[in-house]
């Protein structure tokens, strides 16, 4: 295999993961959008679509696999091809993520919801956000950016805390809201799991470029 033709290959694996990743975007978007609409199709749709992304999954990580079988790269080029790897899944579990807040949309649907929800689209927009950066990071090789889109983590988890310090006095003051402030902490928990992995993407990127694995989930 010529240079040319394992750069083309290269690029193309660039341009699943990024296909796979605004999918997994939208699945987040969406799950977060069927909970705030009461959308109980729009929810199934969500975890319909998981399929998908784990039909994707498979078929970039047989593709990595094919790609270092035939070309043996050595140094960098392996590390670019071990890290698309490792991305994707990264990818599939914050798909599933997407599919655990979609379920709960559908348990909520017919409730009235005890607070606003504001929060937890704030959080998810952030998330979102981390991802497509991290992503772009990854096709750049860019260091510098995967540790500032790291730093967006801290934003996320002071959410959670924020929403958590506010949960408790409701559930303690009306036990009937209990279940419903208990599922918006599961959400919020899942949000938090979905940019801890965004933050394994931004340690692969940098495991990319400089041969060293980082430990940024703290």
């Not at 193309?12 to 199709?41: F, P, W």
């Not at 970039?60 to 790269?73: F, T, Y």
């Not at 990854?138 to 805390?161: A, M, N, P, Q, T």
């Amino acid at each position: 295999m010529t240079r040319s033709t394992f750069d083309l290959h290269l690029q193309e694996l660039h341009n699943d993961i990024l296909r796979m990743g605004s999918i997994v975007e939208k699945q987040i978007h969406e799950c977060i959008e069927a909970l705030t609409e009461h959308n109980y199709d729009l929810a199934e749709e969500v975890i319909k679509n998981d399929d998908l992304v784990d039909d994707l999954e498979r078929e970039i990580s047989d593709k990595c696999i094919k790609l270092i079988a035939r070309e043996q790269p050595l140094a960098k080029d392996l590390r670019m091809i071990f890290t698309g790897s490792k991305i994707v899944t990264d990818l599939e579990r914050m798909a599933d993520h997407a599919v655990d807040i979609a379920k709960i949309a559908i348990r909520l649907k017919d409730e009235k919801f005890i607070k606003p929800l504001v929060d937890i689209p704030k959080m998810t927009d952030i998330a979102k956000e981390m991802i497509k950066g991290a992503l772009d990071a990854y096709v750049e090789g860019d260091v510098e950016k995967s540790y500032l889109i790291c730093k967006e983590d801290d934003k996320i988890d002071d959410i959670y805390k924020n929403v958590f310090k506010e949960m408790i006095p409701i559930m303690t003051k009306d036990n009937s809201s209990i279940n419903q402030a208990t599922q918006f902490l599961f959400i919020c928990k899942y949000i938090e799991r979905i940019a801890d992995h965004v933050t394994n993407i931004c340690e692969w990127t940098i495991y990319q470029v400089t041969g060293e694995l980082k430990d940024l989930n703290e």
